[in-house]
C-alpha cells in the first residue's frame, strides 16, 4: 500500500492477495453455500486487482447480507430487501468505484422484488449475487418465494402451498436483461467462472446462486449434488468454456449462445436438470447511469451560472434596471 | 425580442371619468373550468402588480381531478390574489372580488365563504341564454341567490367580446379578463402588456399579439363599463425581486446548495418541485432520479450521499411514511440526506392538494428506536428556497439527516423576495479523497459533540462496513449493552451540539405581555397579521415562529415567561375543551404545543384549524381574542 506518501497517485505496481480482501472469520453455520460465494468472491477481487477502497459490497438483510462484513473493502449493510437502490445512487454518483450486490432469496425475491424488477430495466453497472438457499435462514426457518411447493418450516409447517417463484425467468421477462447466470456453490470452478463473467459484463449482471443451508434446509439439493446428469452445463465459445475436469465429471452439456434470448427463457425454465452457466448476455443494452450522467465538472462558477440563469426567468427588475429586450 | 411596436398602447383608453377609490389592500379571484386560464390570469394580474411595487400573495384553486366535467363546482380552477400596498405575507381572509367564467366555478368557493359580505362578483352572462334549458335556468338561480345575498353582481358579456377577436373564446377570455382587472385595479398597462410577452415568450409572435388585443380589449370594456375602479398605492421595487412559490423555491435552492442528486417518486402536492427539478437540474450537473417507489428514492438518495456527495428526496405524507425505515437506516449510519415533506392532509391519502401542518410529530419520532434527526420549517417562500441551503449545509456538517416541513400552502402560493445573492459557501467542496490516517475509526464520536469524520468510499484505509445495526467505533456490529449506549449517545448528542449553534428566535409585538402565540412552517404571514391587528386595538401581544423545530432553538422558555399566556396556532388537530368528552385529562394537543409543554413544562394552549386551507389572520385574530378574553377571567389565568 502507499500509505505514508503525500501524494494519491500510485507511484508503483502493487499486487494484492487474498487476505488483503478478507476480513475477519465468516460467521456462517458449517457447510453454508455463502462461504463458496465468498471464497470465489475474493478470488475475483485479487485475479482482477480492485482496489478496496474503490470497491463496495451493498447487502440487504439475512444471512447472506453479512457478507460485506467479511470483505476488507467498503461495504453497506442495509435495510431489508433495499440493497438494490443504495447500490444504484453509489453507482449513479461513483463512476470510480466498483458496486456489488449481495442478497438473498427473502431480500429480493420477497420484500425487495419491485427494486430487483426495476434494476434489471435501469440495467445500471452493478453484479448482483443472489445467494438462493429457499428459506428464510437468520429469522429460522420460514418460507420464502423461491421455496419449492410442500416445503415445511416454521410458517408452513404442512407443508408451503405456492408453487416457487423461478428468478431467472422472472429477470429474462424484464425489458433491458442485460446479463442472467446460474451457479451452484457445489461447483466451485464454475462459480468463479460465472462470478468473472459476470464482473467483465458491462450492465445490470444478475447471478442467481443456488445455495446451500445445512441448518434449515439440509439436504435439499443433494440429489443434484449426487447426481451430476442432473446438472446442465451450458456451454459455448461466447460464454463458459468448462475445464476439462469438469467436462469429465458433469457430461450433461448443452450448447447455448448466450445472445439467444428466446433460448435463454426456454433454458431458465428448466428445474431438472438444472442449468448452470451463462443464460443470457447482451452488451448492447445502454446503462442507466450513463443515460444520466453529468459530464461537466460541479465547479462552483457552473453552478452559479446555471442558477442565475433560472433566477433571470423569476426575476421582476427595478424600474431602472430593466432588461434592454423588455424596456 | 423586438417588440417595441407591439408594447406601446394601442389607443389611449377613453377612460370615462370614474371615481378612483383607493385601496390598502383587495382580494381577487379568477374562477374558470380547467383549461380555460383562470390560473394565468390569476398570476399574471400577481407579477404586474408585484412589478408594479405592490405586495403580492397568489395561491393557486386547483381541482382535485385532471379533468373535471365542465362547469361543476368540483372543477373550479384558477388563481387567488391579494394585492397590497404594503408587504403581503400571506393570502389573507375572504375575497373582495370574483371573476367567474360559469355560475358553478363560484359555488363551491361561495359555499366554503370565501367572499366578503358583499364582495363583487363579475360573471360571464353567456350562459343567461344558453340553449339548453337546464343551464340557463341554473344560472338565473345562482344570479338571483347572490344578488339577494348582497353580493354586487354584474354580468359580463366576456365570450360575446371575446368573440369578436378570436374563433374560440375558450382561449383568450382569461386575458380579456386580465384586461378588464388591470383596469379594475388601475394596472400599468405598459407593463402588463410586458408580462404577457414574457409568459409566451416561447411562442411565436402572433400568439403574444393576440392576447395582447384580448388584453386591451378587456380593459376598454371595462374602463367603458364598469362603474368602479380601484387604486392601490404602491412604491416601486428598488431591488430586484424572485417572484415563484415555494415548490420552485425549494427546488432553486436545491440547485444553490449544490447538492446533484434528487431522488423522488411522484406525489401531490411534492411533485411540481421535481417537475420544475426535472427541468433544470442538469444545467448544472444534478440528476432528478424518478424510482420505483418512495422506498426506493429513500434509499437511493442514501447511496448517493453515501458515496460522497449529500443528496435528497423529496416527498409528501404518505411517502414520508414510506421513508421512514430508510430515514433510520441514514440516522444510524451517520449519512447526511436531506428530506423534503411538503406536507398535505392526512392521514391515509387525506386531501392530496391541501395544506395541514400534521407531520411534525412523525418527522421528529417517525423512525422506530431512537433516531435523533434535524427538522425544519421554512415560514415563506423566500425561506423555501434557504432552508434547503441550510438543510444541506446541516446534514453535511452534522452527519444527520435534516426533515425540512414545508406545505401545500407553500408549495403553490407566490411571494415575490428579493433575488439571492449567490454564495459559494452555499456548495459543499468535493467529497474528501485523500487518505484516512493511520488508527482513525469511521465512528470516532467526539465524546462532547458525538461528531464523528465522515468516511466516503474511496478514501484509503477507511474500508469498513456501514451497518443498520448496532456497532461500534470500527462499525463492528456490537451486541454489547455499553458500546449501544455510547452509540446512542453520541447520536443524540450531536442535536445538542446544533442546537448550540442556533439563535433565540425573534419576537414579532411586544416583548412582554398578555399572550405569547408561538407558530411554525407556513403560518408565519397570518399569525403576524393577526398579532399586528391586536396590537392596533391596544392588546399586548407578540408571536414567535420556529423555523427549527428539532432541536428547538434557545430563549423560548425566557420568552413565554415574559407572557401571561402562550399558546400556539397550528394547522394539525387538537381536541376542543369545549366539547363534552374532552378535558385536561384527555385532551389531544396539537403538535408544537404537546412538545412545548413536555419540554419547557409550561402551560401552553393551542387553536388550530385542519380545513385543508391556509390558515386565515381573521381566524387567527379571532381566536387571539377568545384566549384574550377568558384570560381575564381570574380561575383560568396561569398560576
Not at chain 2, 370594456?221 to 380601484?230: G, S, T, V
Not at chain 2, 392526512?346 to 422506530?368: I, R, V, Y
Not at chain 2, 458525538?450 to 448496532?470: N, S
Not at chain 2, 391596544?538 to 414567535?544: E, I
Amino acid at each position: 500500500m502507499t500509505h505514508g506518501s503525500e501524494c494519491l497517485l500510485r507511484l508503483y505496481e502493487e499486487r494484492l492477495e487474498l487476505e488483503d480482501y478478507q476480513n475477519g472469520v465468516p460467521r456462517w453455520c458449517n457447510g453454508c453455500g455463502d462461504n463458496a460465494i465468498l471464497a470465489a468472491v475474493q478470488r475475483l477481487c485479487r485475479d482482477e486487482g480492485l482496489r478496496p477502497e474503490k470497491t463496495v459490497f451493498v447487502s440487504g438483510i439475512g444471512c447472506s447480507s453479512r457478507f460485506p462484513h467479511y470483505m476488507n473493502t467498503y461495504g453497506f449493510h442495509g435495510i431489508h430487501g433495499r440493497a438494490l437502490p443504495i447500490a444504484q445512487g453509489v453507482c449513479l454518483t461513483r463512476p470510480d468505484l466498483k458496486v456489488f450486490v449481495n442478497t438473498g432469496d427473502g431480500d429480493c425475491c420477497s420484500i425487495g422484488a419491485g427494486h430487483w424488477v426495476h434494476a434489471v430495466r435501469y440495467n445500471m453497472n452493478i453484479k448482483l449475487f443472489l445467494h438462493d438457499n429457499q428459506i428464510y435462514g437468520l429469522t429460522k426457518k420460514q418460507a420464502s418465494p423461491t421455496s419449492p411447493a410442500g416445503t415445511r418450516s416454521n410458517t408452513t409447517p404442512r407443508g408451503s402451498y405456492l408453487e416457487a417463484l423461478n428468478p431467472l425467468t422472472v429477470t429474462l421477462g424484464v425489458q433491458n436483461v442485460s446479463f442472467v447466470a446460474q451457479a451452484a456453490d457445489w461447483i466451485p470452478e464454475l462459480l468463479y467462472d460465472i462470478v468473472k463473467a459476470a464482473y467483465r459484463h458491462k450492465g445490470f449482471s444478475f447471478v442467481r446462486i443456488i445455495q446451500r443451508c445445512p441448518e434449515f434446509m439440509p439436504n435439499q439439493f443433494d440429489p443434484w449434488m449426487h447426481d451430476p446428469q442432473r446438472t446442465m452445463l451450458l456451454r459455448h465459445a461466447q460464454g463458459i468454456t468448462p475445464s476439462e475436469g469438469l467436462a469429465r465429471v458433469y457430461r450433461n452439456v448443452r450448447e447455448h449462445d448466450p445472445s439467444d434470448l428466446e433460448r435463454a427463457r426456454a433454458v431458465a425454465s428448466c428445474i431438472d436438470p438444472v442449468p448452470v452457466g451463462i443464460l443470457y448476455r447482451n452488451e448492447e443494452v445502454p446503462c442507466y447511469e450513463d443515460l444520466r450522467r453529468s459530464t461537466k465538472m460541479r465547479t462552483a462558477a457552473y453552478v452559479k451560472a446555471g442558477l442565475e440563469a433560472e433566477f433571470d426567468k423569476f426575476t421582476i427588475w427595478p424600474e431602472e434596471a430593466r432588461t434592454p429586450a423588455a424596456a | 425580442m423586438n417588440d417595441t411596436l407591439l408594447l406601446q398602447p394601442e389607443t389611449t383608453a377613453a377612460s370615462t371619468s370614474k371615481t378612483v377609490t383607493a385601496l390598502d389592500e383587495h382580494i381577487v379571484e379568477v374562477l374558470s373550468d380547467s383549461g380555460e386560464g383562470a390560473q394565468r390570469c390569476g398570476q399574471s394580474l400577481g407579477a404586474i402588480s408585484a412589478r408594479m411595487g405592490n405586495g403580492v400573495w397568489t395561491v393557486e384553486i386547483i381541482p382535485a381531478e385532471i379533468q373535471p366535467p365542465a362547469r361543476s363546482v368540483e372543477g373550479a380552477s384558477g388563481n387567488r390574489v391579494r394585492i397590497g400596498a404594503c408587504g403581503i405575507t400571506n393570502g389573507g381572509d375572504e375575497s373582495d372580488l370574483a371573476i367567474a367564467f360559469n355560475e358553478q366555478v363560484l359555488l363551491g368557493r361561495l359555499r366554503a365563504g370565501e367572499f366578503k359580505p358583499g364582495a363583487t362578483i363579475l360573471l360571464e352572462s353567456m350562459w343567461r341564454g344558453h340553449s339548453d334549458p337546464k343551464i340557463a335556468a341554473s344560472y338565473l338561480q345562482t344570479h338571483q341567490e347572490l344578488v339577494k345575498a348582497g353580493y354586487r353582481v354584474y354580468e359580463i358579456p366576456m365570450e360575446r367580446e371575446c368573440l369578436k377577436l378570436v374563433q374560440d373564446a375558450r382561449k383568450g377570455k382569461n386575458m380579456f379578463a386580465l384586461g378588464m382587472l388591470c383596469s379594475i385595479y388601475s394596472r400599468d398597462m405598459a407593463l402588463a402588456r410586458e408580462q404577457i410577452a414574457l409568459t409566451f415568450g416561447k411562442k411565436n409572435r402572433s400568439v403574444i399579439e393576440a392576447n395582447v388585443k384580448l388584453l386591451d380589449a378587456g380593459f376598454r370594456w371595462a374602463e367603458a363599463n364598469l362603474d368602479f375602479k380601484y387604486r392601490i398605492p404602491a412604491a416601486r421595487p428598488s431591488v430586484p425581486q424572485i417572484v415563484v412559490n415555494g415548490n420552485t423555491a425549494i427546488a432553486l435552492g436545491v440547485l444553490a446548495s449544490g447538492m446533484e442528486v434528487c431522488a423522488m417518486y411522484p406525489i401531490t402536492p411534492a411533485t411540481s418541485a421535481s417537475h420544475y427539478l426535472s427541468e433544470v437540474f442538469e444545467k448544472v450537473g444534478g440528476v432528478v432520479h424518478q424510482a420505483e417507489d418512495e422506498i426506493a428514492a429513500c434509499a437511493f438518495a442514501i447511496g448517493a450521499s453515501y458515496a460522497g456527495r449529500c443528496a435528497l428526496t423529496i416527498t409528501s405524507g404518505p411517502g414520508f411514511s414510506l421513508k421512514q425505515e430508510g430515514i433510520g437506516l441514514a440516522v444510524m449510519g451517520e449519512i447526511p440526506l436531506v428530506v423534503v415533506n411538503v406536507q398535505r392532509g392526512g392521514p391515509s391519502t387525506g386531501q392530496p392538494t391541501k395544506a395541514e401542518q400534521g407531520d411534525l410529530l412523525s418527522a421528529m419520532f417517525g423512525s422506530h428506536g431512537d433516531a435523533p434527526k434535524v427538522v425544519m420549517a421554512p415560514c415563506s417562500i423566500e425561506d423555501c428556497f434557504y432552508s434547503i441551503i441550510t438543510a444541506r449545509k446541516i446534514a453535511e456538517t452534522f452527519n444527520m439527516v435534516v426533515v425540512v416541513l414545508s406545505d401545500a400552502a407553500l408549495a403553490t402560493s407566490q411571494q415575490p423576495f428579493p433575488r439571492p445573492q449567490f454564495s459559494e459557501t452555499w456548495i459543499a467542496p468535493p467529497p474528501d479523497q485523500g487518505e484516512i490516517p493511520p488508527g482513525a475509526r469511521p465512528y470516532d464520536w467526539d465524546e462532547v459533540t458525538g461528531l464523528a469524520r465522515r468516511f466516503v468510499p474511496g478514501q484509503p484505509h477507511g474500508m469498513h462496513t456501514l451497518t443498520g445495526l448496532a456497532h461500534d467505533r470500527s462499525s463492528h456490529v456490537a451486541y454489547d449493552p455499553q458500546i449501544n449506549q455510547e452509540a446512542i449517545r453520541a447520536r443524540s448528542l450531536k442535536l445538542a451540539a446544533l442546537a448550540k449553534t442556533l439563535k433565540a428566535p425573534p419576537l414579532y409585538g411586544d416583548p412582554e405581555g398578555d399572550l405569547l402565540v408561538i407558530g411554525w412552517g407556513s403560518t408565519k404571514g397570518a399569525i403576524e397579521e393577526a398579532v399586528g391587528a391586536l396590537r392596533e386595538q391596544g392588546h399586548k401581544v407578540a408571536s414567535m415562529h420556529l423555523r427549527f423545530l428539532q432541536p428547538l432553538p434557545p430563549g423560548i422558555k425566557e420568552a413565554m415567561r415574559r407572557f401571561r399566556q402562550v399558546m400556539t396556532v397550528e394547522g394539525n388537530w387538537c381536541d376542543d375543551p369545549a366539547d363534552e368528552i374532552i378535558d385536561e385529562n384527555n385532551r389531544r394537543y396539537s403538535a408544537l404545543a404537546m412538545l412545548l409543554r413536555a419540554r419547557y413544562l409550561v402551560d401552553v394552549d393551542c387553536w388550530s384549524e385542519v380545513k385543508g386551507q391556509p390558515i386565515k389572520p381573521g381566524a387567527i385574530r379571532r381566536a387571539l381574542i377568545e384566549k384574550l378574553k377568558a384570560s381575564r377571567d381570574p380561575k383560568d389565568a396561569m398560576p
